[in-house]
């Protein structure tokens, strides 16, 4: 009986360890695939689901352009106006978490929303222009969320924005620019 107790114990450390060990390795895959590409714009996924593509992503962003290059202001109570960090170009860095969710059953498009309040902007809109964020990597394919160009507002009662109609691929859909 203790001869069996005993190898039941080892093949459950085992078991537990090579668990261990497995998840480890995922994340390091992780972690290197994000040291060996370079991409200004990621979508950095944390407390996900791969499988579905639930979960949390931290996003960073390069969009925006100067005042001067405002080809596309936004017309805001009757004005045009230009917003900082927003819209077409790469002249800022804008980061936020954000929770990923399907937008319909069974739909491979997805709706993500803002978890923490003035991230992107202290505005209470946000042009978004269409960008394709890196992921990581799934085996020997990249994953991308690719995200389309729209305006969006803060919702007055959680202050979070909503973006929707994103899609995951396994090449950039969009250039970036």
């Not at 390091?28 to 499988?51: D, G, H, L």
């Not at 319909?104 to 505005?123: D, H, M, P, R, W």
Request: charged content about 20%; glycine content about 6%; overall charge negative.
């Amino acid at each position: 009986m203790k001869k069996n107790f005993s190898l039941l114990f080892l093949i459950l450390v085992f078991v537990f360890s090579c668990n261990k060990n497995e998840n480890k390795f995922l994340a390091q895959e992780i972690q290197e695939s994000f040291e060996q590409v370079k991409y200004e714009n990621v979508a950095i996924p944390f407390n996900t689901n791969t499988k579905s593509y639930y979960g949390s992503y931290e996003w960073t962003v390069r969009v925006g352009h100067s005042a001067t290059n405002c080809s596309g202001c936004i017309y805001i109570e009757g004005m045009l106006r230009h917003v900082d960090c927003t819209g077409e170009g790469s002249a800022c860095s804008v980061e936020a978490k954000v929770y990923i969710s399907s937008s319909q059953a069974k739909s491979n498009f997805y709706t993500a929303i803002t978890e923490n309040e003035y991230e992107l902007t202290v505005e209470d809109i946000f042009l978004m222009p269409n960008r394709s964020l890196y992921v990581g990597m799934d085996g020997n394919k990249e994953i991308w969320l690719n995200v389309p160009e729209q305006l969006v507002t803060r919702d007055q009662i959680s202050e979070q924005f909503e973006f929707e109609g994103l899609f995951f691929t396994d090449e950039p859909v969009f250039e970036n620019e």
